[in-house]
């Protein structure tokens, strides 16, 4: 009877080093014999998360109650309420339901969001998440950089009026007669005038019917809602407005929409037959 007795302690303390036992565990009771029932019960005890905010162990984390999660406490498993918005987190099961855990800005901390912050997108679809947020490579949504965040052009990119520094993030675009270049975009309203010398400067943009040169890229004379282009009756290029949905066009730039496919200004997403 010492003997079985003794057994019985070694196997607890077997199983509370982590052996396990039973449903959860990573041993099995096969060859338990008469023990299997008192070990099966330890083993219940020591892995479950209970329905509480007090602690053991876990076997599921579904066993928490849906306004908690399970997480590790000081003495083991521990069902935890959810955290509200603005909280540092580090899943989305720590949030409360319909709020994610995502990054709030470049170099911030993980925290219980609202969204569109944290929802799930595809990365690389440039359509995936709303105005004022990216597809980060995490396949969630994340704002656009501000002023001085880090930034990594299209993969993390900044806010329209500001263009991505490689040195010091994102950064103000250069205004009239300041310097600019391929890597430093002016603001709106100005273009970087590369017919110069170097360095280049941004000049104004000119508005419509003004004279313009179409070897610029992307007719970047002409004001944001204008692209230069031939007109017939003055016989030379000038700034026109951009093309409307269903009119005729060569290039992306020429649409209102930015999308020019099969000749015709489309919607963005919008499907055309082969």
């Keep these: ?128 998440c709303p105005d004022g947020f990216f597809c980060a490579t995490r396949d969630v949504c994340e704002p656009l950089r501000t002023l001085g965040e880090d930034c990594n052009g299209s993969f993390e990119p900044c806010v329209p009026e500001l263009y991505c520094d490689t040195i010091d993030g994102c950064s103000e675009r250069p205004g009239e007669g300041q310097e ?6 002016c603001a709106r309203g100005f273009y970087c005038d590369t017919s110069a010398s170097y360095p280049y400067h941004c000049v104004a943009r000119v508005g419509p019917g003004a004279p313009c040169s179409s070897s610029t890229s992307s007719g970047a004379q002409c004001l944001e809602e204008y692209r230069c282009d031939y007109d017939s009756t003055v016989g030379d290029d000038v700034c026109l407005p951009l093309l409307g949905i269903g009119e005729s066009c060569s290039g992306n730039d020429e649409c209102q929409s930015g999308v020019c496919n099969q000749s015709i200004c489309l919607v963005t997403g919008q499907c055309v037959m082969p």
Aim: glycine fraction near 16%; include cysteine; charged fraction near 15%.
């Design 1 to 128: 009877m010492h003997v079985r007795q003794g057994v019985v302690v070694i196997t607890l303390v077997a199983v509370a080093g982590g052996a396990g036992c039973g449903g959860g565990g990573g041993a099995s009771c096969e060859g338990c014999g008469e023990f299997r029932e008192v070990m099966g019960a330890f083993c219940d005890v020591l892995e479950r998360c209970p329905i509480s905010t007090y602690p053991i162990a876990y076997r599921s984390r579904d066993e928490c109650e849906a306004s908690l999660y399970c997480a590790s406490g000081a003495t083991g498993m521990e069902c935890r309420a959810r955290k509200g918005a603005g909280q540092p987190c580090a899943a989305a099961e720590e949030c409360q339901p319909d709020l994610f855990c995502a990054l709030t800005g470049s170099g911030a901390a993980m925290a219980c969001t609202a969204g569109p912050a944290g929802q799930p997108c595809n990365y690389g679809s440039s359509s995936a």
């Design 180 to 185: 600019c270049d391929y890597n430093t975009p």
